[in-house]
């Protein structure tokens, strides 16, 4: 077994470590990791490793962790039951060749890993669905849905807190780190609704990328804050980054309705910018919460319908323009993961590894 493990308290260093393949035990499956993608998300991931807990997904030795990622794996042994080796899932994986799981509530379409580690951990993150009876799945767009999926169901959920709060009709909303996949799926939801101006703020390398995707009204860089008119809007904040959250707080003060926290693109400037900030008090957006209270709204079935609904088309869209940047392998794991923490990947590329078995 490989695990690709990460310096707990300093991000920067990396390692591949290998160890026996675990045994698995009554109620248990031994998975093999096929592929994952990595962007930002992850690296927030091992940013808020401490402060969210996600360092307890997949323990690792002490000091070290295990990034959570988003991909395919396949089953290899089982000894739980509904659990057939070769069955293919989609889920949160560790960074390595193999992820052991006790499997519960397991039916056709995929189980719950009820291991005692996670329980205390979100829900969410918790189902591996089986490839057959996925809605978001089609064989052709694997890849894609190993970059795009968990990120397009935080901008669905996005999407819809703004609606349900009123604010797709309070002025306009003004994203940051517009060039990241996150944002650019809730920019390219919200320019479906009638009568939404969506403003990407970006880093001058990505504001033509940005500017071409025609889905923000406007292109503004961060040193170009003031530029804006001075009226009512909504902040959706993905770049986590303090000097630009207070320029935008500062330019809108009371004027500025809402103020969503959702990302830390900008992490090494997380904590810039501190004291108190002019208008609203930043709300963090946490997805795992708002998929639990729609999930209670709609059923777990209609949240899914409804994601699944409005997946494809955007799935369709990112064909124009997104070029995914393929990888095989450890190495090619590590590559990626700095990569991605050091600011050096194009925003129209993504990084997808495959780890052959
Ligand atoms: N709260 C939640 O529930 C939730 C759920 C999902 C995702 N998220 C968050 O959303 C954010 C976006 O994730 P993603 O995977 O969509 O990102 P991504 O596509 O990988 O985009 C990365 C973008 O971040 C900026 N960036 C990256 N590294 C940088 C660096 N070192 N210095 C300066 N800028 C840098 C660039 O944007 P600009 O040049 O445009 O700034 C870049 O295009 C992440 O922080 C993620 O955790 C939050």
Not at 18 to 47: C, H, K
Not at 245 to 268: I, K, N, P
Request: with cysteine; proline share 6%.
């Amino acid at each position: 077994m490989t695990d690709f493990l990460v310096k707990r308290d300093d991000l920067r260093q990396c390692r591949l470590a290998e160890s026996a393949v675990p045994e698995i035990e009554p109620g248990q499956a031994l998975l093999r990791v096929d592929g994952f993608g990595l962007t930002a998300n992850n690296v927030t991931y091992a940013v808020m490793g401490e402060a969210m807990s996600y360092w307890d997904f997949f323990p690792a030795a002490e000091g070290w962790g295990r990034v959570p990622m988003w991909g395919f794996a396949e089953v290899e042994r089982s000894e739980a039951d509904g659990v057939e080796p070769g069955t293919r899932l989609y889920g949160y994986l560790p960074p390595s060749s193999h992820l052991v799981v006790t499997a519960v509530d397991a039916d056709p379409s995929g189980f719950v890993d009820g291991s005692p580690h996670r329980k205390a951990l979100p829900s969410a993150y918790h189902r591996y669905l089986a490839t057959g009876s996925d809605r978001f799945y089609r064989a052709d767009t694997e890849e894609i849905q190993m970059l795009l999926r968990p990120l397009f169901f935080t901008s669905f959920l996005i999407d819809d807190q703004l609606d349900d709060e009123g604010l797709t009709g309070r002025g306009p909303i003004v994203l940051s780190s517009a060039s990241s996949k996150t944002a650019i799926a809730a920019a390219f939801l919200l320019a479906q609704r009638q009568g939404v101006e969506l403003i990407g703020l970006t880093s001058p390398r990505s504001a033509e990328f940005v500017a071409g995707l025609g889905i923000y009204g406007r292109t503004v860089a961060y040193d170009a804050i003031d530029s804006l008119p001075r009226e009512a809007a909504t902040f959706v904040d993905l770049s986590g980054d303090g000097a630009v959250r207070r320029a935008v707080h500062s330019h809108f003060g009371d004027e500025l309705v809402h103020s969503m926290a959702v990302g830390v693109t900008h992490w090494e400037q997380l904590g810039s910018g501190g004291g108190e900030l002019p208008g609203p008090r930043p709300t963090f957006f946490f997805a795992p919460t708002r998929v639990t209270k729609r999930a209670g709204d709609w059923g777990r079935a209609g949240l899914e319908q409804r994601v699944g609904g409005a997946w494809h088309p955007f799935c369709e869209w990112t064909g124009s323009w997104l070029e995914p940047l393929r990888g095989e392998g450890f190495e090619a794991v590590r590559d990626a993961y700095l990569d991605v923490l050091e600011g050096r990947v194009a925003p129209r590329t993504a990084h997808v590894i495959s780890l052959p078995g």
